[in-house]
């Protein structure tokens, strides 16, 4: 079966900043794409940063100057650092491996259990 694992998730204030790691089996992290997905209470998936092997990344514009996503080839790990977190921020953090740049989840075939962030407002 397949798992991806993140950790990191919490509760912060406005403004707070939180990192949020994913580890995944060597056949799914080393060949395809990376995301992280996030879906609030009642709403659907959104894709809020994918990264490539080589490193070419894609950020949802929400997200952009405020989210960071990288990734380590070697130990198979994903992580996404959060700064300036906003309470509309709030939502289960997925991560996912894919097969395209992409922030569409229709191209992202294994997901994680997912990880709560919550930002007070």
């Known amino acids: 079966q397949v798992r991806l694992v993140e950790s990191g998730g919490g509760s912060v204030l406005p403004g707070g900043s939180l990192k949020l790691t994913c580890t995944a089996p060597?056949?799914?992290?080393?060949?395809?794409?990376m995301g992280w997905f996030r879906q609030a209470i009642g709403q659907g998936r959104e894709g809020v940063a994918v990264i490539a092997s080589g490193g070419s990344i894609e950020y949802a514009d929400s997200v952009k100057g405020r989210f960071t996503i990288s990734r380590n080839n070697v130990n198979n790990t994903l992580w996404l650092q959060m700064n300036d977190l906003k309470p509309e921020d709030t939502a289960m953090y997925i991560c996912?491996?894919?097969?395209?740049?992409?922030?569409?989840?229709?191209?992202?075939?294994?997901w994680g259990q997912g990880s709560q962030v919550t930002v007070y407002s």
């Open positions: 996912a491996g894919g097969s395209a740049l992409s922030l569409s989840s229709s191209w992202f075939k294994y």
């Open positions: 060597t056949y799914i992290h080393g060949n395809t794409f």
